[in-house]
């Protein structure tokens, strides 16, 4: 019984970084119509940078703050290229791919191809007692840190006139570009905030699940599979989908580790059979 | 209104009403003619340079092979799949396991390998078609990187991530696939039989259903086009093509891992279609000669080969690749249709 309650904490755990990146994938998807293969990369990207700001500086605050800001130069740069290759998806993907192969490269041979954890920081070291269990704080901020992530996107995608302009602009861009606001502006936006929720997945992840060469196609995959489980373009849906895998996947893999990935495309599958939009996907 | 418009008259017979010629030699085929002509001389010229380039090549004839099957769904029926690496690995390891746990011969375990990418691909497509465009991307890379953790976690059966080795060596007829030129000249007969049957294939009547697909259902519909079973059918060939140049290359280095059916795999054989579809049918095959170059001969030299294999595909994407909404009036055209001549009658 505690076994499966810590790795029910544990799934949690996961679904939270799932959620960081594929609701950048979802955004991103939603708004610009661009399908961003680089966003495994991002948490790749955002864990070596926090990393090696960490190692210099000793403080978890300065490495976040540089993979954020690593993380807008690197959106505001891939947001320009994406402009010139415009609305061909092909071009986009190879694009984009691009970047996966640039940046895997690179990090291979800075950071080398062992597994890299940031040091947790002190006051989330140790861990705590909870419903007869022992377990690491630095997981539960972690979910905790994801939740309220995710209900403040929540509120400001449904309560905030940014919000309305991004639905706006996901719905028809021209006749948001209509009413007088830049389509661009929100489109480099959310490009900026996707890809720098991908960078805090990973300075937040790589604590727990490390950062090493793979992850990036990994984590991106993991990405798609949820956002497509989800449905394109829904928020509700990301977060469902993302506890959904990280559940599936961690608990599976308790059971037995060869069946953990079988049992995701076993659920890929089956969702996609019934539901080819995915769970709450409009149908367009 | 001014005289001259009226005076335009059309030349006799009715270009655009008339049937497209159903043959290859066609206009706007000059690229493919060109292609064919330097794979003619690419077989006849690289036996004749150093084992090591012979080698190569043979595995660049073999990518060549899996980048027309691939094309065949990526660009003919512009549905972008990044997972055809996944029919690449199943048909590696089929073909490896058939011939190390089944003990079978050669052409029988390659004729069972393609039945089981053929089965495959029917179950994948089954669930990938019903989605277009960018959904259809998402979906075949997610199961192809899905399979690939299936293939290392199941470590009875594939060996897991050290992969599956001691595939033993094959013999078809006089040549032994070890040998690299033996390899190259039987990869090279693959090769232009999968041209030849392209060219027959895409000039078919399913080949013309298939293409009417690529832009809207409704109008290839109202022709009785059955879309889904179309590309059913599209995506099976697609898988077995890709199969037989998987299960050749393969049996030629006698060993499969799971990275052959990973993301990046897939996303290299991507490339290899989407990089030279603007040279037309045949233009897989010069994408994969250069993508397969740049890992196999430039790798050689340097260990940064994904580095120089990103930064050609930047490029490309940047400067060198055409949109497609660029490409459907006029320079793909002559597939379809005839350019109208339009006659201007001087008075």
Known sequence: MNYWLTQLLNGLSFSAILYLIAIGLTLIMGVMRVVNLMHGSGYLLGAYVALTVINKTDSFLLGIAAAILVGVAVACLIFALLQRVGTDLNRQAVLTFAFVFIIADVSLKLFG????????????????????????????????????VAFALFMIERKTLWGALVRAVAD???????????????????????????????????????AFPGAD??????????????????????????VAVGLVSTLTKAIGPSIGDMSIFVLLITVLAFRPHGLLGRVA | ??????????????????????????????????????????????????????????????????????????????????????????????????????????????????????????????????????????????????????????????????GLSGIPLAEIGPFELVDPTHFFAVGMIILIAVMIGMAIFLYSPFGYALRSLRHDDRRARSLGVK??????????????????GGSLYTLHVGFADPSLLSANASGAIFLMVVLASRFGIFGPIIGAFVIEFISLIIGGYTTYSQLILGIVALLAALFWMESENKTTSSRRAPMFRKRERVKHVKQ
Do not use: C, W
């Not at chain 2, 050669?106 to 994948?124: D, F, G, K, S, Y």
């Open chain 1, 113 to 148: 191809g062992g597994t890299l954890q940031i040091p947790i920081p002190s006051f989330l070291q140790g861990s705590v007692h909870l419903l007869g269990i022992s377990y690491p704080v630095y997981r539960l901020a972690m979910i905790g840190i994801v939740a309220i």
């Open chain 1, 172 to 210: 028809n861009r021209q006749m948001a570009a209509g009413l007088g606001r830049n389509p661009m502006f929100i489109a480099l936006g959310t490009f900026i905030l996707g890809i720098v929720l991908a960078f805090m997945g990973g300075v937040l992840g790589a604590g727990v699940f490390g």
């Open chain 1, 217 to 242: 196609i990994q984590f991106l995959v993991l990405g798609l599979v949820i956002v497509v489980l989800g449905g394109m373009g829904s928020i509700n849906g990301s977060l469902l989908a993302a």
């Open chain 2, 1 to 162: 209104m001014n005289v001259q418009s009226e005076t335009v008259t059309r030349p006799k017979e009715d270009v655009a009403n008339q049937p497209p010629r159903l043959s290859f030699i066609n206009r706007g085929n000059t690229s493919s003619i060109i292609i064919a002509v330097f794979v003619l001389v690419f077989a006849v010229g690289v036996p004749m340079l150093s084992p090591y380039y012979v080698a190569a090549a043979g595995k660049m004839v073999a990518y060549a092979i899996v980048a027309m099957g691939a094309s065949i769904i990526i660009q003919h029926a512009n549905l972008p799949s990044i997972g055809h690496g996944a029919f690449f690995g199943i048909a590696a390891y089929s073909v490896g396991l058939f011939m190390l746990r089944g003990s079978l011969p050669v052409i029988p375990a390659l004729l069972l390998t393609l039945v089981v990418t053929a089965v495959a691909a029917l179950l994948i497509g089954v669930v990938a078609l019903r989605t277009r465009a960018a959904y259809f991307m998402m979906i075949t890379l997610a199961v192809g990187q899905l399979l690939t953790s299936i293939a290392s976690s199941l470590t009875e059966i594939t060996g897991g991530d050290n």
């Open chain 2, 227 to 244: 879309p889904l079973r179309v590309r059913l059918i599209a995506f099976v060939i697609s898988a077995i093509v890709t199969g037989l």
